[in-house]
Structure formats: C-alpha cells, structure tokens
C-alpha cells in the first residue's frame, strides 16, 4: 500500500513558476507508475502527465507539453511536477496518484492511491 501527499501549491502568476512535490510512503515506491491529474470547479479530473516505475517514460496531456514537467527520485520516495509559464486556466487542484503498472495510465480510474490534493491558483 501506498500513502501520497501532495505539496507545493499556492498562487503563482501567469507566466512564473511553481513546483509540486508528491512524498510516498512505503518502501516499494519504486514499483509504481506516477501520474499528475487536476480538477477545476465543476469540472471532471483530468490528466496532466505521467512517469514510469524508472522515470525512463514520461507522458503529457497536450495542453501542458513544454511547459511541465514530470520526474520523480525514487531514493527520496517523491514524485515533482514542475510548472513553467502557468496560465490561469492551469488554475485546479492537482492530485498525484499512484498504481502497479509497467506504463502509467492517463485515466483516473485505473489508479489505485491518491492524494489529498493540493490547490494551485495561477492569477493573470
């Protein structure tokens, strides 16, 4: 079992910023893809990017592609997502997930731990 919280959020405006960081716990850490998803008011959750088990793959929505990016450090049990030129419609609250997979998913539903999630507000 794997238990992720996420941290880094806050405001941030267009065009900075900002990293977020998703701390594990458990010692196979290791073993699990990584995914970064969001949810906007009213909106449904989203995928925002994804890294394999070694960090060797990484995935991206389109509408984030060369402005984040994801990585993880798997001797710290933390995944990142840097967010370069945020915009204001990035505005969500970001969530970090985890499941056993050799290729991470892009759908919610096929992740098996989440996180509490964490707000991040891009202001124009």
């Known amino acids: 079992q794997v238990q992720l919280a996420e941290f880094g959020g806050g405001l941030v405006q267009a065009g900075g910023s900002l990293r977020l960081s998703c701390a594990a716990s458990?010692?196979?850490?290791?073993?699990?893809?990584m995914g970064w998803f969001r949810q906007a008011p009213g909106k449904e959750r989203e995928f925002v990017a994804a890294?394999?088990?070694?960090?060797?793959?990484?995935y991206y929505a389109d509408f984030v592609k060369g402005r984040f990016t994801i990585s993880r450090d798997n001797a710290k049990n933390t995944a990142y997502l840097q967010m370069n030129s945020p915009k204001p419609e990035d505005t969500a609250v970001y969530y970090c997930a985890a499941v056993a997979a050799l290729r991470p998913p892009i759908v919610p539903g096929a992740y098996d731990y989440w996180g509490q999630g964490t707000q991040v507000t891009v202001s124009s």
């Open positions: 458990g010692r196979t850490f290791s073993s699990y893809a």
């Open positions: 890294i394999s088990w070694s960090g060797s793959s990484t």
